[in-house]
């Protein structure tokens, strides 16, 4: 017998299953249309979470920058997104000239069905999750790589050049934040034994973060570039190209790519809980496996907060700081995480609070090497490649006649 | 195992349903006035010049290179590090080396100055 603070889903599942088996219905079907309720749930879900997601970013950014934020449409502003949302609804869909079509109607729906997809392997309490897969983490990096396709085709099909350029720089940008982030995934996987979320969550005694600060702060970073969020928004960079690949959408095409965007924010601060922070873990989750989806939450809207305090405190990169930023210091760091994972983590397994303190210890002591050494090799400033013309003087002829 | 992957395709075809109805309705209800000047392509205040499929700096594809070499690495390191906890000393050393070489190619790579952006 479920009880209901151990896993309400599941309670109503059942309960729904028996009422199925109840009007004459096969188990295969009943099991088919339970596992659509299931999928449906959990993609109406988010999106319609999402709607609070903006309410709560556009908020906090206001604070940030010193000013309100919505404060007119409701309490506190909380009905200003509903109010955005039926705006944009009616919205005219203005079409390109010459645009390729399929490609162009196709990426907005594929670059929120990219984000959705993840929400599919999480686990949100013990036993509550869409699926378990033993693939999951593989699962996950795949639905990054579909993200990035969506960007492509709305770069591709726009028939725009700034919307070419766009695509172009996500494809630089996105695939090589792809590696260290996959490079960051790895440690979890080599910690745990396992590719499955719920397994990696299940064997955090100890929270990931303390045993790969490292990696979480490489997974952090890559994955907020991966978002395609400031200060790694070049690929939608208005003060550059325009809009980038969005330049040429327009009503709820344009508002899906947005949605996509809040709801990755918020997704890749779920993962980061749930991959670093030890997931539902938490007191008394045995007894009540419920608090579990409560510790979650709060876990994953305290790395949201950082999320936004990132968007709103830090610049735009420069396209050639952002790859050097990769390629020469993340990519580099993610390679030696690893391998002082590799050397240290087996050998202590007999000890956990000394493989904890070592790791901690080893892999603070890599970063602020690597650091430092980065801070030498690769000065701030840039290379001077012409002299400094004098400046115009004004001509005294002039100013006489004048 | 099978019910997991038809869960994930169920699901798949419902993440593309929700936004796909969803720009179907807007579609519906939104005003349909089209336009020669509206729908013309948007280019800096000027009218496009040329075709707008224009080609690229060659350091993109540079770059795309690279990554393939190492996400086709990280596919071969995901086994090994799932494998990570029953390995023998041996087999993990035997996985270090090959993360040294992939270092080694990152550092040849950048010595050829493939990782500048000019």
Not at chain 1, 232 to 243: G, K, Q, R, T
Request: glycine content about 8%; proline content about 6%; some cysteine.
């Amino acid at each position: 017998m479920t009880l209901w603070y151990e896993d309400p889903i599941k309670l109503i599942a059942n309960w729904l299953f028996g009422l199925m088996l109840g009007w004459g219905m096969p188990v295969d079907t009943a099991n088919f249309v339970l596992t659509l309720l299931g999928a449906a749930f959990l993609g109406v879900v988010p999106l319609l979470f999402c709607i609070f997601l903006i309410w709560y970013e556009r908020k906090l950014l206001g604070r940030i920058q010193d000013r309100f934020g919505p404060n007119r449409v409701g309490p506190w502003g909380i009905f200003q997104p509903f109010a955005d949302m039926l705006k944009i609804f009616i919205k005219e869909f203005i079409t390109p000239q010459g645009a390729d079509v399929v490609p162009y109607n196709l990426a907005p729906i594929l670059s929120v069905a990219s984000v959705l997809l993840i929400w599919a392997v999480v686990p949100f309490s013990m036993t509550m999750m869409g699926v378990n897969l033993n693939v999951g983490l593989s699962f996950i990096i795949g639905c990054g790589g579909l993200g990035l396709l969506a960007i492509i085709l709305a770069g591709y099909g726009s028939n725009n050049k700034y919307a070419l350029l766009g695509g172009m720089r996500a494809v630089a940008q996105l695939i090589s934040y792809e590696v260290p982030m996959v490079m960051s995934l790895l440690v979890p996987v080599m910690l745990s034994g396992s590719l499955g979320v719920n397994d990696i969550v299940q064997k955090q005694t100890v929270p990931y973060i303390i045993l790969a600060p490292v990696a979480a702060l490489i997974f952090f970073i890559t994955s907020v570039a991966e978002s395609g969020r400031a200060p790694f928004d070049l690929v939608e960079a208005e003060s550059e190209i325009v809009a980038g690949f969005n330049t040429e959408y327009s009503g709820l095409k344009f508002g899906f790519f947005f949605v996509a965007e809040f709801l990755h924010a918020f997704t890749i601060s779920l993962l980061f809980s749930t991959l670093f922070l030890g997931g539902w873990r938490g007191p008394f989750t045995d007894q009540v496996p419920l608090l579990g989806f409560v510790y979650l939450v709060v876990k994953t809207f305290i790395v949201y907060f950082l999320v936004i305090l990132f968007r709103g405190s830090l610049p735009r990169f420069r396209i050639d700081q952002m790859m050097d930023l990769n390629w020469k210091l993340l990519t580099p760091l993610s390679l030696v995480t690893l391998l002082i994972t590799a050397l240290l983590a087996n050998p202590l397994s007999g000890m956990p609070l000394l493989q904890a303190v070592a790791l901690f210890l080893v892999n603070l002591a890599a970063l602020v090497v690597l650091m430092s050494w980065a801070e030498r090799k690769m000065p701030r400033k840039r290379k001077i490649v012409a002299k400094t013309r004098p400046l115009a003087t004004p001509n005294q002829q002039d100013q006489l006649s004048a | 195992m099978l019910n997991d992957w038809l869960y994930v395709g169920v699901f798949f075809v419902i993440a593309m349903l929700l936004p796909g109805v969803a720009i179907a309705i807007a579609g519906l209800l939104s005003p349909k006035k089209p336009d020669p000047a509206k729908s013309s392509t948007y280019e800096c205040g000027i009218e496009t010049v040329g075709p707008s499929w224009v080609q690229f700096k060659a350091q993109y594809y540079i770059f795309t290179l690279i990554f393939l070499v190492f996400d086709v690495e990280t596919v071969l390191l995901f086994p090994w590090a799932v494998a990570y906890n029953q390995l023998p000393f041996f087999a993990i050393l035997e996985g270090i080396v090959f993360v040294l070489i992939l270092l080694g190619g990152l550092v040849y790579a950048w010595r050829k100055r493939a990782l500048e952006w000019i």
